[in-house]
């Protein structure tokens, strides 16, 4: 399946369905709660862990991760999920997840911040 997504150059353009839902993830993963107006509860916040010293990958963290991408990317079913930090600085979270709508081929995205 294809879709509407925004390239590089901030443009309209043709893509492939897992390049929307990795774009649709990476959004989520960025996007702080409260800085889309008329959606206060969209967004993980991923920088909240970054630099904090105090920050611990908890369980909670994992369910507010799963939480988000189930209300807000629905397209996918996440089968497994690893948060690890790094470094103070450097998180990777990995998750496996099926897209619905196409085969049952399990994806990989790999977020390293």
Do not use: C
């Amino acid at each position: 399946m294809k879709g509407i997504g925004i390239d590089t150059n901030e443009f309209a353009e043709i893509k492939e369905t897992d390049d929307l839902v990795r774009e649709s993830v990476n959004r989520i993963l960025f996007t702080r709660p409260r800085e889309r107006v008329n959606n206060s509860s969209f967004g993980f916040g991923l920088e909240k862990l970054l630099f904090n010293p105090n920050s611990i990958i908890s369980q909670k963290i994992k369910e507010d991760l799963v939480f988000q991408i189930q209300n807000y990317e629905p397209r996918i079913e996440i089968t497994q999920l690893t948060l690890s930090q790094i470094s103070l600085n450097k998180i990777r979270i990995t998750m496996r997840y099926i897209i619905k709508t196409l085969e049952f081929e399990e994806r990989e995205i790999v977020i390293e911040r």
